[in-house]
């Protein structure tokens, strides 16, 4: 299914735009929700790439913007600690409402502080997870110390975070000192904690990440982020941390329903609005296909192509080791080689023409074992029969039609 533009409103009318992504061919299975960082928002490449992970591995995530911020409703000025709390809440019963309540919750930066505060007020969430995280809401109030004395005097004052101005009100700094973060944790019964950190985070100290783990029961676990920025602007970092918190959330995710799309097809494959980027289901496994990046792609899955190739190198090994097996002879492994003489995004451009092109596969097989020369030979001819290579060869036949979703 494509990502879901959603709107919901708060408790007190405001409207908070988000983006709901769905596993592919899952209508229904366990649900996240992502909180931004401080001033940040739900389009953060990093928030981006992190529910692209959790999503290949089937698990659902909202993630939308605080008030005042990206596409949601009322004025950053008039935002507190307290207010992001109720978004939170808000964002929790609009899932609750559609049938998928919350079973995880993901906070970034301050985000995180909100979710440790919010967690224990949603009956639904299973675990908890920080990235980078104060230990404490008001911890923020560094990033604007050199004003702290003009907004007390004066009421409000201008600061600049992250090279954007923004207006903070003497009723956003009071309103941090009103949450106690660790007795909050200290109270909950039945959530399980990750606490994500990097030791060179230079926003959010370490520190903080030592402070979260002590405040609160088992079970819990840390993971140092080593190498990583604050905002994980590297791509490697914020997928790591997606594929690390959706391996890590599996074993708290057993009793959550899940109910596929009505689908009976073999795969199914899906590409939304970033150029190429593909998530495929196939059987009970997720992939994910792409192109490199200097052909416009973002390199975060093989092309179709090598996906092609893959198939027959697989196919290969398979149908040789079930021979060997049968054969009852000394084969202990198989290296299948393959290259094709074509380019995918070449080929893209010639789509249209009636032209049939030829591409040619090159397979090359690696043999290990204490093999005699006519069982090598026997194999070599077995590779020819197995069935990706039969239906390549003799051009297999492809029914296109419209699919009716009623």
Same mark, same amino acid.
């Given at each position: ?100 309540a919350p079973d995880i919750l993901i906070g970034h930066s301050l985000g995180g502080a909100a979710v440790l505060m919010a967690a224990r007020q949603i009956e639904s969430v299973q675990a ?14 560094? %990033?604007?110390?050199? &004003? ?7 009421? /409000?004052?201008?600061? #600049?975070? +992250? !090279? ?60 140092s982020l080593d190498g990583a920025d604050h905002l994980l602007s590297r791509e490697e970092d914020s997928r790591y941390v997606g594929e690390l918190v959706a391996s890590w959330s599996a ?25 190429? %980027?593909?998530?495929? &289901? ?7 296909? /792409?192109?490199?990046? #200097?052909? +416009? !792609? ?109």
């Amino acid at each position: 299914m494509r990502p879901e533009k959603v709107k919901f409103k708060t408790a007190d009318g405001q409207e908070l735009a988000g983006v709901l992504e769905r596993s592919p061919a899952l209508e229904q299975g366990p649900t996240a929700i992502f909180a931004h960082c401080f001033t940040c928002g739900k389009d953060l490449k990093a928030a981006r790439n992190l529910s692209l992970a959790l999503t290949q591995k089937g698990i659902n995530v909202l993630r939308f913007d605080f008030s005042g911020l990206g596409q949601s409703e009322g004025e950053f000025a008039e935002t507190t600690f307290s207010s992001n709390l109720e978004d939170l809440l808000a964002a929790s019963r609009f899932l609750k409402e559609r049938n998928c309540a919350p079973d995880i919750l993901i906070g970034h930066s301050l985000g995180g502080a909100a979710v440790l505060m919010a967690a224990r007020q949603i009956e639904s969430v299973q675990a908890v997870v920080t990235i980078g995280a104060p230990s404490e809401a008001h911890h923020v109030k560094h %990033l604007f110390d050199e &004003k702290i004395e003009e907004i007390k005097d004066e009421g /409000d004052a201008k600061v #600049n975070i +992250g !090279g954007r101005p923004f207006t903070i009100k003497r009723q956003f700094i009071k309103d941090l000192n009103r949450h106690n973060i660790s007795e909050s944790i200290a109270q909950w019964r039945k959530r399980a904690l990750l606490v994500l950190h990097s030791p060179q985070d230079k926003i959010v100290g370490i520190e903080n990440a030592r402070e979260i783990y002590e405040a609160a029961h088992h079970p819990k676990s840390f993971v140092s982020l080593d190498g990583a920025d604050h905002l994980l602007s590297r791509e490697e970092d914020s997928r790591y941390v997606g594929e690390l918190v959706a391996s890590w959330s599996a074993r708290y995710l057993e009793n959550s329903q899940s109910k596929s799309l009505k689908s009976e097809s073999l795969v199914l494959a899906q590409t939304d609005e970033e150029p190429y %980027l593909t998530q495929i &289901k196939a059987g009970d496994f997720q992939l994910l296909a /792409d192109e490199p990046k #200097n052909m +416009g !792609g973002q390199n975060l899955g093989p092309n179709p192509y090598e996906l092609l190739g893959s198939s027959l190198a697989a196919c290969t090994t398979m149908t040789l080791r079930m021979y060997a097996d049968r054969k009852d002879w000394p084969l202990k492994s198989i290296r299948v080689h393959v290259d094709y003489d074509a380019q995918y995004a070449e080929d893209v451009q010639h789509c249209d023409s009636e032209q049939r092109r030829m591409g040619k596969f090159t397979r090359k097989i690696e043999l290990e074992g204490p093999l005699d020369e006519k069982q090598k030979e026997r194999l070599m001819q077995i590779a020819n029969r197995c069935p990706v290579h039969r239906s390549l060869e003799n051009g297999v036949k492809i029914l296109t039609e419209k699919f009716n979703s009623d």
